[in-house]
């Protein structure tokens, strides 16, 4: 089995369908060209038949994009894979993804259809979508609340009828990581055409456990992950791209696993989708969130000047950030405020070290954060003292 993982990237369709006010189709390809120059392998660019606006862009973004493969989402229905071809026709490499539900709950309350209705309804979906091209993927929505033998049937007929892929979504966030993994394991134990399809995982965050889902899903067979920057999407949104990325790249040596996304876009791509959607980043996030290159502790700020991997494990340039932050604050120590008035331009001969500690740790008591300007004001005050 190959050790490279395709990221499928969700956010202007599952991320998209969250936010309160739509995207316009500007915006979408802005982020779609973004999510290109990430090196995503493929980009889920919409719902075609859910609104004349998102059949629009999802076609103007199968026109634009050269090098990844363009998605679009069905339900398993005729029309719906219909306005899906038609809107996808356009690009170099298009991918229909079509679903139906899974459980008990969905197929009995939601659709209220058999077992065996469901099946032939999925079958049928994905034969009419290899009409329009190869690459099918089919997804059987709540699968982590399906019962996996009914599952295991699911995913055998769905890759005899012609599906490449088949998605594995916990789409109310509801599992846990050693039983999502191990749902995927008996997959690969029981299903006997398995490895005719890439298995792929599409986590929700709802108990905050979407990337570590996706990565234990992976460490038995998974080999697609679908993703958002930023991890918005429906309610406690979807596995976030940049964390799931950055943890196969930092743990490589332990996990072996290598995506084609370049890191150094994280940063940028971040901003662009926290900027159009109107949905800001939490300052500690992983990876993106303003803190997460930042060091408050003394301690923390000493060790990172005498080597930066003592508290970061990845640097900040390997995602695009232009360097890290070390806030001062009356937890900084005078190694700390030697090294940014360094940076300023002041060498340790023109003040006296301890004085300006002093006087630093009295301002920084009182205002809490120490700005440069500040630290300016209180050496020019010791130099005049020292003038007097
Ligand atoms: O969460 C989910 O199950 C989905 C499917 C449509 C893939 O978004
Ligand atoms: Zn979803």
């Known amino acids: 089995m190959s050790d490279r993982v395709i990221i499928f990237d969700t956010t202007l369709r599952d991320g998209e369908q969250a936010l309160p006010a739509s995207l316009s189709v500007r915006e979408k390809l802005q982020i779609a060209l973004m999510l290109e120059r990430l090196g995503v392998d493929v980009i889920e660019a919409g719902f075609p038949v859910s609104s004349p606006g998102d059949f629009e862009s ?22 719906d894979i219909d306005a899906c071809g038609q809107a996808l026709g356009v690009a170099e490499q298009f991918r229909i993804h079509t679903f139906i539900a899974t459980s008990d709950i969905h197929v009995g309350t939601k659709l209220r259809k058999s077992q065996d209705e469901v099946v ?23 699968a982590g609340r399906t019962h996996i033998d009914y599952l295991c049937r699911m995913v055998e007929s769905a890759i005899n009828a012609g599906a490449t892929t088949v998605n594995i979504p916990d789409t109310v966030g509801y599992t846990i990581p050693s039983e999502f993994g191990g749902i995927i394991h008996q ?42 920057i930023n991890g918005i999407g429906e309610r406690a949104g979807n596995c976030s791209l940049e964390e799931i990325v950055m943890a196969m790249r930092t743990r490589e040596s332990k996990l072996g696993y290598q995506t084609g996304i370049n890191p150094q876009e994280i940063s940028k791509s971040s901003k662009l989708v926290s900027q159009l959607c109107n949905m800001p980043v939490q300052a500690n996030k992983a990876i993106v969130g303003a803190n997460a290159f930042s060091h408050s502790s003394g301690i923390h700020q000493d060790g990172v000047l005498k080597g930066q991997n003592t508290y970061e494990i990845m640097t900040p340039e390997s995602v695009g950030i232009n360097k890290n932050n070390l806030n001062l604050t009356s937890r900084s120590g005078r190694h700390v405020i030697k ?50």
């Open 339 to 388: 090294h940014r008035l360094g940076e300023l331009g002041y060498g340790a001969d023109e003040y006296d070290l301890e004085e300006i500690y002093t006087a630093f740790l009295k301002l920084a008591d009182k205002k809490g954060q120490v700005f440069d300007y500040d630290l300016e004001a209180l050496l020019f005050f010791n130099q005049q003292k020292h003038e007097d």
């Open 58 to 79: 999802v076609q103007l973004i199968a026109k634009e994009i050269k090098n990844s493969t363009v998605c679009g989402l069905s339900r398993a229905l005729v029309k």
């Open 120 to 142: 032939d309804m999925a079958v049928k979906a994905i034969q009419h979508a290899k009409r329009y091209t190869d690459d099918v993927e089919f997804s059987c929505e709540d």
């Open 187 to 228: 997959l690969f134990n029981r299903v006997p055409n398995i490895d005719k399809a890439v298995i792929s995982v599409h986590c929700h965050n709802d108990l905050g456990l979407a990337v570590a889902n996706s990565l234990a899903a992976v460490e038995n067979g998974a080999r697609q992950v679908e993703c958002t």
